[in-house]
């Protein structure tokens, strides 16, 4: 996965922290879709560290890469999993013979033990440095 990042800081044994704006599944290009996304939220920044065999200095626009297969790993956990979990036990609670209430407050557990879940993934993902990220080209 490509993406543009500005270089914030350079750090020793050839890395970089970078600051990613964080994009939205659908790109804000309202003008294509109609309608139906916030216009509201502002864009998110995530500071990253990275690897920088090309070497860039502070204020640098670049591109960056990670690896695809570990970021769909993450977004699955993020959008997925929740999700799986909240109709699962929708389903199962129904099977079960409990009530609408019961299945719908089960269900919306589920949706927010996913969540929970994801946080810790998240924090686990950062300390362990799993998606890494290297700098590939610096921008005019």
Request: hydrophobic share 45%; with cysteine.
């Amino acid at each position: 996965m490509e993406q543009t990042a500005t270089v914030r800081r350079v750090m020793p044994k050839h890395k970089v922290e970078l600051s990613i704006i964080r994009q939205s599944a659908c790109g804000h290009d309202c003008s294509k879709c109609g309608g139906g996304c916030s216009l509201m939220m502002a864009p998110q920044e995530m500071l990253v560290v990275a690897d920088d065999p090309v070497g860039v200095k502070p204020g640098d626009t670049v591109t960056v890469e990670s690896s695809t297969q570990k970021m769909m790993k993450a977004a699955a956990v993020v959008y997925v999993i929740p999700l799986v979990l909240f109709f699962v036990l929708y389903l199962g609670l129904d099977a079960a013979g409990a009530g609408e209430t019961a299945c719908i407050v089960g269900s919306i557990l589920g949706f927010a033990a996913g969540i929970v879940g994801a946080v810790f993934y998240n924090r686990m993902e950062k300390k362990r440095h799993e998606i890494q990220f290297t700098v590939t080209a610096v921008k005019g």
